[in-house]
């Protein structure tokens, strides 16, 4: 299977005034394609820099980073996108924000017909004319989700876009991006704190160490899907990755 990114000796600071600091320090990483690969490390290490770096809105330091045998370059890869905080268009509606995805990257065909396909594959039909304030927190990341998705994306980019969410509705959806995963079998690289999420959806996880951050540990998970979080196999990867971390926040 073809690496769809890859990472060489990735090196990555930042200048503010006289000082210089150093966020990414050498880290080389290869996804293959249609992989789901989740990336955890300590707070404020570096994880949302490495997402940035991989889709070309950061350049690196030093070292390569690579998609599809090329540097990175927004305007020409196809990058789906999903952060934290709430990017839909307030003024509108749900049908119209997909919509929109698939206007500026030009799509070609039915824009109306593909962004309500996706939007009922994210349980939202019936929804299509409700704008964000109407509906709740986690229905606006399912409109996300679909916006990213609808582009026919080469890879999916999230970083931590549950967050926000209580615990049931985080698990819901949880559920929900695998099964959209499963069926368009995309490149996902998801940034998350929580490591029970990243156990639950990752098939490899990438655990960072504190600032500057590189690779401490590359932890595939053995296991299939849908995974059973109360499981013995389960408990044992999530406690491997609780201690590579406590390791890390111990020495700080």
Same mark, same amino acid.
């Given at each position: 299977? &073809?690496?769809?990114i890859? /990472?060489?000796?990735?090196?990555?600071?930042?200048?503010?005034?006289?000082e210089?600091?150093? *966020?990414?320090?050498?880290?080389?990483l290869?996804?293959?394609?249609?992989?789901?690969?989740?990336?955890? #490390?300590?707070?404020?290490?570096?994880?949302t820099?490495?997402?940035?770096?991989?889709?070309?809105?950061?350049?690196?330091?030093?070292?390569?980073?690579?998609?599809n #045998?090329?540097?990175?370059?927004?305007?020409?890869?196809?990058?789906?996108v999903?952060? =934290?905080?709430?990017?839909?268009?307030?003024?509108?509606?749900?049908?119209d924000? *997909?919509?929109? #995805?698939?206007? *500026?990257?030009r799509? +070609?065909?039915?824009?109306?017909?593909? &962004?309500?396909?996706?939007?009922?594959?994210? #349980?939202?039909?019936?929804?299509?004319?409700?704008?964000?304030?109407q509906?709740?927190?986690?229905? +606006?990341k399912?409109? &996300?989700?679909?916006r990213?998705? &609808?582009?026919?994306?080469?890879?999916?980019?999230?970083?931590?876009?549950? @967050?926000?969410?209580d615990? =049931?509705? !985080? =698990?819901?959806?949880? +559920? $929900?991006?695998?099964?959209?995963w499963?069926?368009?079998n +995309?490149?996902?690289?998801?940034?998350?704190?929580?490591?029970?999420?990243?156990?639950?959806?990752?098939q490899?996880? *990438?655990? /960072?160490?504190k600032?500057? @951050?590189?690779?401490? @540990?590359?932890?595939?998970?053995g296991?299939?899907?849908?995974?059973a !979080?109360?499981?013995?196999?389960?408990?044992?990867?999530?406690?491997k990755?609780?201690?590579?971390? =406590? $390791?890390?926040?111990?020495?700080?």
């Amino acid at each position: 299977m &073809a690496a769809t990114i890859e /990472l060489n000796a990735v090196g990555k600071f930042f200048e503010s005034g006289k000082e210089r600091i150093e *966020v990414i320090r050498n880290i080389t990483l290869s996804v293959d394609e249609g992989r789901f690969v989740c990336i955890v #490390g300590p707070s404020g290490c570096g994880k949302t820099t490495l997402l940035r770096l991989m889709c070309g809105l950061l350049q690196p330091s030093s070292g390569k980073v690579l998609v599809n #045998g090329n540097p990175p370059d927004p305007k020409k890869n196809r990058f789906g996108v999903i952060f =934290q905080e709430d990017s839909l268009l307030p003024w509108k509606t749900v049908l119209d924000n *997909v919509k929109f #995805g698939l206007e *500026v990257t030009r799509k +070609k065909g039915n824009i109306e017909s593909t &962004a309500r396909e996706f939007i009922a594959m994210v #349980g939202l039909k019936g929804f299509e004319s409700y704008y964000p304030h109407q509906i709740s927190g986690g229905m +606006k990341k399912r409109v &996300a989700i679909a916006r990213a998705m &609808a582009v026919d994306p080469e890879i999916i980019l999230m970083d931590e876009p549950f @967050a926000d969410l209580d615990a =049931q509705t !985080r =698990q819901i959806l949880q +559920k $929900e991006l695998l099964s959209v995963w499963s069926k368009l079998n +995309k490149t996902v690289i998801f940034i998350t704190h929580n490591v029970d999420e990243a156990v639950f959806l990752g098939q490899d996880i *990438v655990v /960072l160490t504190k600032r500057p @951050a590189s690779v401490k @540990a590359l932890v595939n998970v053995g296991l299939e899907y849908p995974r059973a !979080r109360l499981s013995t196999p389960f408990i044992s990867y999530r406690e491997k990755i609780l201690k590579y971390l =406590q $390791e890390e926040i111990t020495e700080l």
